[in-house]
T-cell receptor, first 114, second 115 residues
Framework: AQSVTQLGSHVSVSEGALVLLRCNYSSSVPPYLFWYVQYPNQGLQLLLKYTTGATLVKGINGFEAEFKKSETSFHLTKPSAHMSDAAEYFCAALNYNQGGKLIFGQGTELSVKP | EPEVTQTPSHQVTQMGQEVILRCVPISNHLYFYWYRQILGQKVEFLVSFYNNEISEKSEIFDDQFSVERPDGSNFTLKIRSTKLEDSAMYFC?????????????FGNGTRLTVT
């Protein structure tokens, strides 16, 4: 069964520093991959997604993620962190034949220090 | 931008009581979902719904749970007799497509507390 693993439940960076949030999926057939962000007391907002085509995907708020099949990874990056990036980030996978049944990672809380 | 709305934002209920969580999906979406997140745990799929019937459900979604689209706009999750372990954040989502190319749009969630 598909599983998604996010390394690090909590990541702390300084403002202006690189943000790197790690995500690995388990299936041998690459799924569709997503990153969602959850700000306090809000719902899950889509940051970006990979379905097919270019493996480097750009999303909102300056985030991007690269799909690496050889590493079964879909890490999220942002060159320069902003205080407003502080939130919980979820990686999720979706198998082709399973409609909207997203499989989520456990989430990574990002803190940004001034 | 259209959004999924959920009410109430917080529901407190006593064990054994019935609760109904309400959702208004995006108007032109046809696929509807419920997910939940127990505090400190992963977001988990509960059920998907299309064309007035359940498409898929997880093992969590037992006989105590039901979903309904009572009219053209609302999508509800009913828990018949709540248990302490039902305490969680419940998210509704909708999509315009069933396939992986469709994006799930989530509501802000309803935090259910069972005492």
């Amino acid at each position: 069964a598909q599983s998604v693993t996010q390394l690090g439940s909590h990541v702390s960076v300084s403002e202006g520093a690189l943000v790197l949030l790690r995500c690995n999926y388990s299936s041998s057939v690459p799924p569709y991959l997503f990153w969602y962000v959850q700000y306090p007391n809000q719902g899950l907002q889509l940051l970006l997604k990979y379905t097919t085509g270019a493996t480097l995907v750009k999303g909102i708020n300056g985030f991007e993620a690269e799909f690496k099949k050889s590493e079964t990874s879909f890490h999220l990056t942002k060159p320069s962190a902003h205080m407003s990036d502080a939130a919980e980030y979820f990686c999720a996978a979706l198998n082709y034949n399973q409609g909207g049944k997203l499989i989520f990672g456990q989430g990574t809380e990002l803190s940004v220090k001034p | 931008e259209p959004e999924v709305t959920q009410t109430p934002s917080h529901q407190v209920t006593q064990m054994g009581q019935e609760v109904i969580l309400r959702c208004v999906p995006i108007s032109n979406h046809l696929y509807f979902y419920w997910y939940r997140q127990i505090l400190g745990q992963k977001v988990e799929f509960l059920v998907s719904f299309y064309n007035n019937e359940i498409s898929e459900k997880s093992e969590i979604f037992d006989d105590q749970f039901s979903v309904e689209r009572p009219d053209g706009s609302n999508f509800t999750l009913k828990i018949r007799s709540t248990k302490l372990e039902d305490s969680a954040m419940y998210f509704c989502a909708s999509s315009d497509r069933a396939s992986g190319g469709g994006t799930l749009h989530f509501g802000n969630g309803t935090r259910l507390t069972v005492t």
